[in-house]
């Protein structure tokens, strides 16, 4: 049977690894051939912030435009991205009940420089599987292809498709402002919700 095929995505969201879950007895492909789709969770998370949603997304440099292959996009270092980027998660969830559980983890990304986004995406996508404690084995594409056989999320997981989901409540940090945030990143929930995040997926 082919393996379901994922986009890699940063800092993903609820519905992606409620998906990975469902599929996590296969081995998972990881789309990494694809010319790199604009506007897309590729280089955007959404996460809670005191004023509502927030979108952190890392800068990239786009090189041939729409025509760049996604493994060749690279990280535009010009501004100080990740300290912002910590910063801002930082604000959102110091007083979450597991930021600090989790925090030690996480701060390197915005600290260690990276060069192209895949790497970035996928590091911090293997630290997430480790944190949730969901063993998943992955492979990657070799070469494009637009219609798989096997069950394909690439199109799937976008902000159109997506904007009528929302995952069964748990407790947010300001969800007494704005009420409950249903498909946010997963950080999110793992700085919520500790060690009962994958149980609760």
């Known amino acids: ?19 990975l879950l469902a599929y996590r007895n296969q081995e998972i492909t990881l789309e990494k051939q694809e010319h790199f789709p604009k506007q897309t969770y590729r280089n955007r998370a959404e996460i809670y912030s005191p004023n509502g949603m927030l979108n952190l997304s890392i ?6 435009g729409n025509h760049t292959i996604y493994k060749d996009i690279t990280i535009c270092n010009d501004t ?3 300290h912002i980027h910590w910063k801002t998660i930082e604000s959102c969830y110091r007083n979450s009940a597991y930021f600090e559980f989790y925090e030690d983890g996480f701060a390197p990304f915005y600290e260690k420089k990276y060069n192209f986004l895949f790497d970035y995406n996928l590091e911090s996508l293997q630290l997430i599987l480790k944190n949730l404690k969901l063993k998943v084995s992955l492979s990657f594409t070799d070469e494009f292809h637009s219609d798989y056989e096997s069950v394909d999320f690439r199109n799937e997981i976008t902000t159109k498709n997506l904007q009528n989901y929302s995952a069964k ?21 793992l700085f ?5 995040a994958l149980s609760y997926l």
């Open 59 to 64: 800068p990239i440099n786009r090189g041939n």
């Open 192 to 196: 919520n919700q500790g060690p009962q």
């Open 1 to 19: 049977m082919p393996h379901p095929v994922f986009p890699l995505l940063h800092l993903p969201n609820l519905y992606y690894f409620k998906q």
């Open 80 to 82: 100080n991205w990740q």
């Open 169 to 189: 409540p748990y407790f947010q940090v300001f969800e007494d402002r704005e009420g409950f945030k249903g498909n946010l990143s997963i950080i999110d929930l």
